[in-house]
């Protein structure tokens, strides 16, 4: 059964995102105006090696949260990783107008179809949750940011820059097959048993373990950019609190250190560039999710148990990870350790992606 949350979405645009001072940037051109861009995290014929998890020591400092469904043992042992695989991964979360030109490229593949008011693949694979609304509360809904308009879909006016949300693990193994295919790269996922052909060149997910390189590198921060957090770093519970609008998204890139609108914001990007780490957005990772997986987990490119583990009362079934956390967080939900799944059929408004290629 799929899970949804929803929430108020009042959307703004921003096209002020701040570049990346990283001189390894690969643009990828899906339309004129709207494209990829992605940070090479490890360079080819390198590796990298960084502690993962959280120690006893940190989580004495780190904010915590004291209720039974909110757990740290899932990040300890604090453990070694080396990653061996050379990979970049795009600057920003994917967007509601990026998801959009690819998934309407795959509807007329008739890789995809609008079925029932949602996105989905041609077997029922619900891809994005689009018309399920809570008719009895006025400002809830799954996604205020893509409407359906005939046989398409489309980002809502001042919504194009937002991060897609509602799409589910397997909406964005998908994306990445389809944008593979788009670019004339070989997709990396089977689109039937949902498997990993790691000698692919295509776009995919990140491990859980290059997610978290990705968001520190060998700093040992709470968060992405820091030890600090407030509401002018990233977008989330604080954020929302004094907003007459009630919005509860941002563009990507928002929090650059700019005044926007007379929203004072800090650099909130990772020591790679990457940004929105934390915040905005929870994100898909590749792997599934084993609360006590850190205590055998390899040590050299990790890519996740065998099969997930569930995370009861919220699902019932095998979970995915999700890394990040999203608008609806607080200081001990957004730490860069913090890890949290659900089933990959789950389609939740505070829940998005983002992409990586492995570089052969």
């Known amino acids: 059964m799929i899970c ?21 940037i690969n643009s990828i051109t899906i339309d004129d105006t709207n494209p990829i861009s992605l940070i090479t995290i490890i360079s080819k014929g390198k590796q990298a090696s960084f502690l993962m998890g959280t120690t006893d020591e940190e989580l004495k400092t780190q904010p ?20 061996t695989i050379p990979f970049e991964m795009s600057k920003y979360e994917i967007t509601n107008e990026q998801f959009c030109r690819v998934m309407n490229w795959a509807i007329e593949k008739n890789y995809a179809k609008i079925i029932d008011g949602d996105l989905k693949s041609p077997d029922g694979k619900v891809y994005l949750g689009i018309t399920h609304f809570d008719t009895d509360v006025p400002y809830l809904g799954i996604q205020f940011g893509i409407q ?11 919504c194009e820059m937002h991060p897609v949300h509602a799409v589910t693990w397997f909406s964005a193994i998908a994306f990445c097959n389809f ?13 039937e048993t949902s498997g990993w052909d790691t000698t692919k060149n295509g776009f995919r997910l990140p491990t859980e373990a290059e997610w978290e390189y990705a968001a520190r590198k060998n700093k040992r921060y709470t968060y992405a950019w820091g030890n600090e957090i407030d509401k ?7 954020s929302q609190s004094k907003d007459p609008n009630k919005s509860v998204f941002r563009p990507v890139g928002f929090y650059n250190g700019e005044v926007k609108n007379g929203i004072e914001t800090k650099d909130n990007a990772s020591p790679f560039g990457i940004y929105d ?13 084993g609360r006590d997986y850190y205590k055998n987990s390899y040590r050299r490119d990790p890519k996740g148990p065998k099969k997930g583990d569930n995370r009861p009362p919220y699902c019932i079934e095998l979970t995915k990870v ?33 992409i990586a290629r492995s570089l052969f």
């Open 277 to 289: 780490m934390n915040g905005s957005v929870w994100e898909w990772c590749w792997d599934w999710y």
């Open 179 to 191: 944008l593979s295919e788009m670019q004339g790269l070989s997709p990396v996922y089977n689109s």
């Open 232 to 238: 002018r770093f990233l977008n989330y519970g604080p």
């Open 4 to 24: 949804i949350i929803a929430s108020v979405l009042q959307c703004t645009k921003s096209n002020n995102l701040k570049k990346s001072e990283s001189s390894s």
């Open 322 to 354: 999700w890394r990040g956390c999203g608008w609806a967080g607080n200081d001990a939900f957004s730490r860069i350790a913090k890890r949290w799944s659900a089933s990959p059929n789950t389609a939740i408004n505070e829940v998005g992606f983002r």
């Open 148 to 158: 359906i308009v005939g046989n398409s879909i489309k980002a809502r006016e001042t």
């Open 64 to 83: 915590t949260m004291d209720h039974p469904d909110y757990y740290t043992d899932d990040e300890q042992p604090a453990h070694n990783v080396t990653l």
